[in-house]
């Protein structure tokens, strides 16, 4: 054993239990001296080592409670030969006392069974020695309050400080879920502030790259041309920032987006004019008669199809056919473009399929991507064609897939309202 050994086994509950039984056996003296005792005739010297042992079960009440149970139950039983004394049995009340509160659940359990059998029979005992019945309900009563009385509140307050316990445990366990429910909020809500900005600024800002990029390496341009060019870059750069202060706007508002900034699938017209502006061919077909959607698939719909004609403008060849469908049950939107020969005309990020994709899942929609030929049946398979969808929005075709066409796919779900009578 090391020297620092004895330290660690004074220190914590034993140091602060030190002055308790310090005080405990100085009071117990004074009532041994006082007389508070069965008078047997012997020495009031000899009520003194029950007495320390008692104490000594005080000293390590919380640290070691069944050894401060053992060493109670010597004491008392040596008491009980030479005395009894006061001063000893209500030392003993505290040993009792710690080892239900302090020990482990079954030993608390045991001594509470324990104490009520062995308080009856001591009043029976004592009623069959002194042919008294008057005596069985007294010495019953003083065991009671001996034995049982401590056992008993020990329960209690057990009971307390575990119900306590699992009220704190249950409570960090819903702060910890709440937190990992804000941490799922903020994560879903960059998730979506990603997607709104991504999807507001790649369509103007790769019209405009793609206008100046051909304005710079044209050296034959007349001034007319440079103009027209100019002032579709000057447009583009206006429509982005008024998007972006309107997207500042909402988030700094409280409540419902309002009716005024809704994006509409029905605003198609403007999303093909603008690509025509940039140079893209681009067709546009609607089927069906157009009608008022949910808000959601409106937006989802409108930003799905400006994502893909970006992509279109910036990995494709002309020209782009954009169809709108209306059904019953949903609206569909198909946008096909001829895969471009060469190197895309600006870098990609994987970003635009993966947006589409999401926006699409939120409002239950199906959503696919890849090459539309008469070997591939398109829908089918949607993680290959995941994995070819992003290979050919970053570095154009893919190998041995020339003057094939892109298709993206999406299915919005829309009910047409009953009209009420």
Known sequence: MDASTPRRWWDGAMKSAAPWAALAFALGLLLIWGGASVPRGVSAWLLVPPLALTCAGVLVRRSHPIASLALGTAGIGLDIVVGPSLATVLVFTDNLYAAALYGPA??????????????????????????????????SIQAGLVLVTPVTTALVLRQQRDQAETERARAEQVAHLAELDRQAAISAERTRMARELHDMIANHFSAIAIQSTAALSREDLDAATIRKI?????????????????????????????????????????????????????????????RDLPASVDLAGYRILQEALTNALKHGDPPAKVRIAYQPEHVTLTVDNAVSDGQARLPGSEAGLVGMEERAALVGGTFGAGLNTASETFGAGLNTQRKMSRHTEVGGSPMGHDHQEWRVEVTLPAPVEEEVA
């Open 106 to 139: 079954r030993l608390s359990r045991w001594l509470l069974g324990i104490t009520s059998v062995l308080a009856v029979l001591g009043g029976a005992v004592g009623g069959f020695v002194l042919k008294d019945l008057r005596v069985v309900a007294v010495i």
């Open 230 to 290: 100019m002032e579709s870059v000057r447009e583009n750069s206006l429509k982005g920032m008024a998007e972006m202060r309107s997207m500042i706007g909402l988030l700094r508002q409280e409540g419902e987006e309002p009716e005024a900034t809704r994006l509409r699938l029905a605003d198609a017209e403007g999303l093909v004019e603008r690509s025509r502006q940039a140079g893209m061919e681009v067709e546009l077909r609607v089927d069906g008669v157009p």
